[in-house]
């Protein structure tokens, strides 16, 4: 049987799992769903990312390209034109650990070398460019399942087994990410909540974590003003925060190490609840 995670690698250093860690979402993006484009400009987003850390984030996740459903891809150049200015100025002025939210292999090369220590990649690791990348830079890895791609995945998605589809494919990909070379610990697993799952999916997944996190890595979940929680009758983005709690203590039960969210302070007290309630002292 497979060990519980205890630590997660990365470029810089690790993080140790004896508590929930908070990764902070820093979105330098004009279609946001969640903040509608906040963040767009690089000054406004350099200070957001200063006040998530001092809120609490023990990483910060930074990505340039809309997920949403539904979103348009963009290109590589602008993808960068958007995070490049924040990591970099991050990278000098912050001591937790950067993390580049990115699908495309020359984005992660260059947030690496602009101090990124991790690699959030939504698409599961599916370009072997990608893997043969972050072998290469010994970075810490996030491998996150979706359903087809940001544009399509909500168009009626289906599972005989969500759970245990979702739990096959990460084991997958981190065969596959271990076979070039990458250390287990670098590597982290994300189920995907709202990546190409209806209500009913996402539901079971959080329910059934533990099957994931049986696995033996670092288990992220990002549940942060995510639509199911608005299905559930929770309003609109701005006024999920309770429901994005409630999901992501159940998270943590479950087996999750990594809460990713976009309320960091609100997040960390609660986390702290959980873990108290959770862990032996």
Known sequence: MVGPAKVWRHRTGELTLDRTRVMGVLNVTPDSFSDGGLFHDPEAAIRRGLELVEQGADLLDIGGESTRPRSEPVSAE????????????????????????????????????????????????????????????????????????????????????????????????????????????????????????????????????????????????????????????????GERLPGSLAAAALAVSRGAHVIRAHDVLETVRAMRVTDALLRSP
Do not use: C
Not at 93 to 104: A, N
Not at 141 to 154: C, D, E, F, R, S
């Open 78 to 237: 602008e993808e960068w034109r958007r995070v490049g200015p924040v990591l970099e100025a991050l990278g000098r002025q912050v001591r937790v650990p950067l993390s580049i939210d990115t699908m495309k292999p020359g984005v992660a090369e260059k947030a690496v070398r602009a101090g990124a220590a991790i690699v959030n990649d939504v698409s599961g690791m599916r370009d072997p460019a990608m893997i043969r990348f972050v072998a290469s830079a010994k970075v810490g890895i996030v491998a996150m399942h979706m359903l087809g791609n940001p544009k399509t995945m909500q168009e009626h998605p289906e599972y005989r087994d969500v759970v245990g589809e979702v739990t096959a494919f990460l084991a997958n990909r981190i065969s596959a990410l271990q076979a070039a070379g990458v250390p287990s610990e670098a590597i982290a697993v994300d189920p995907g909540i709202g990546f190409g799952k209806a209500l009913n999916h996402n539901l079971a997944l959080l329910r059934g974590l533990d099957v994931l996190a049986a696995l033996g890595h670092p288990v992220v979940v990002g549940v942060s003003r995510k639509s199911f929680i608005g299905k559930i009758g929770a309003g609109e983005p």
